[in-house]
């Protein structure tokens, strides 16, 4: 298990849609620079954060190079699962020497039936075996993990899984364990960012948001003891849900500094765990 961060963990310093955009936004380079930093071997690059589909060749393998001379393996990710888009992001990650794709069902103009997507993955994935390239499909608000667990199980090919998203799925009233224990046994990828819930002042409900690694509700022990159940060894990717906090100065500041302290809480997790390992 390698710990890697992402485009998502510093989203509001790459830029977000309708806000302020930040002074200096971040790019890719600085992104594996940030990773180098901390010694971290893995960047995932999402697409509706940075939009590689516009980048041409030149610049992908520059990417490539760059991520080599430092040490990190890339990921990259989209939306959908059609036919041409998957194609596409094979060839992205050709370029970029990406070793795994991760996806949601839901996009590229199409919400696929089950059945529907089990027909297109394995259209495409002997392609992406004979790439050496795994494709990960996310768990998201907008699919319930037992259909999720079906369609990796139908597939059942070593370069396909799940992505777990140990947050996601509240949105569609699953709660975190459950997820875990439905979805570990096909999980190639996994999206670690933290969270509280909290009821309102008013007490007419409540709200998530996220917070600092180690700060909140995910379970990073219970992760930790049942990762033997995944379908093999996957990445830890941090993300984070940081909230607006009036300002894009602040709020990208905040956010940077939160990346910090949620990194060192998990290299100590995994270095930790990595000792307890007979």
């Known amino acids: 298990m390698k710990l890697g961060i992402s485009t998502c963990t510093y989203t509001w310093n790459f830029g977000v849609k309708n806000y302020p955009a930040p002074q200096t936004p971040y790019t890719v380079e600085k992104l594996l620079e940030i990773a180098a930093g901390y010694n971290i071997e893995v960047v995932q690059i999402l697409d509706n954060i940075v939009p590689i589909y516009n980048f041409p060749e030149k610049k992908l393998r520059a990417l490539r190079d760059s991520a080599k001379e430092k040490g990190i393996q890339l990921e990259i990710g989209t939306r ?30 199409a919400s696929p039936s089950l059945n529907q997507a089990i027909e297109w993955i394995q259209k495409i994935l002997p ?27 139908t597939i059942n090919d070593p370069n396909f899984g799940i992505c777990i998203d140990c947050v996601n799925s509240l949105g569609i009233q699953e709660c975190q364990q459950e997820v875990l224990d439905t979805l570990f046994p096909q999980t190639i990828n996994f999206h670690y960012k933290d ?22 509700m995910t379970d990073m022990d219970y992760i930790l003891r049942n990762r033997t159940h995944a379908k093999r060894d996957f990445n830890i990717i941090l993300e984070q849900w940081m909230p607006w906090l009036g300002s894009i100065q602040k709020t990208a500041a905040v956010e940077r500094d939160w990346a910090k ?16 390992d007979p």
């Open 80 to 109: 959908g699962i059609t036919l041409p888009l998957l194609k596409q992001y094979l060839q992205i990650a050709r370029l970029l020497g990406a070793n795994l794709v991760r996806t949601i069902l839901d996009g590229d103009h």
């Open 127 to 153: 392609d992406y075996k004979a790439n050496g390239i795994s494709l990960a499909i996310e768990n998201h608000d907008l699919r319930h993990v037992a259909e999720l667990r079906k369609l990796a199980d």
């Open 195 to 216: 969270f509280i819930i909290q009821r309102t002042d008013y007490d007419m409900g409540f709200t998530v948001k996220g917070c600092i690694a180690g700060q909140g």
């Open 261 to 276: 302290m949620s990194i060192l809480y998990l290299k100590s997790k995994l270095e930790n765990n990595s000792k307890d």
